[in-house]
């Protein structure tokens, strides 16, 4: 099985920046794509973003395009999520997710139901 857990969530004033983590392990691990998601009070999960293992390759939804950058250290097993220019509207409980099986591509890995583990999630919250 995999575990993943998020860490680097917390308080931040609007304009700021946070990185958030999302460490994967388990006995065997292996993983195709991950992603982070993140829900609001009263509002349905959220796509934010995606990476692909190996190839790296990226992709943002529309609210966090050019403000979020996802990337990977492979090395680590870890997952990240640098936000800059934080907004209220960004607060939410943000999980990362991980796809193990070896298929897909593009706005593909948009979608929660591809993905195979999720974290407890980390909150942040951005103030005015």
């Known amino acids: 099985q995999v575990q993943l857990v998020e860490s680097g969530g917390g308080l931040v004033q609007a304009g700021g920046s946070l990185r958030l983590s999302c460490a994967a392990s388990?006995?065997?691990?292996?993983?195709?794509?991950m992603g982070w998601f993140r829900q609001a009070p009263g509002k349905e999960r959220e796509f934010v973003a995606t990476?692909?293992?190996?190839?790296?390759?990226?992709d943002y939804a529309d609210s966090v395009k050019g403000r979020f950058t996802i990337s990977r250290d492979n090395a680590k097993n870890t997952v990240y999520l640098q936000m800059n220019s934080l907004k209220p509207d960004d607060t939410a409980v943000y999980y990362c997710?991980?796809?193990?099986?070896?298929?897909?591509?593009?706005?593909?890995?948009?979608?929660?139901?591809?993905?195979?583990?999720w974290g407890q999630g980390t909150q942040v919250t951005v103030s005015s």
């Open positions: 997710a991980a796809r193990t099986t070896p298929s897909g591509s593009g706005s593909y890995f948009r979608r929660q139901y591809v993905y195979d583990y």
């Open positions: 990476i692909t293992w190996s190839g790296g390759s990226t």
């Open positions: 388990g006995r065997t691990f292996s993983s195709y794509a």
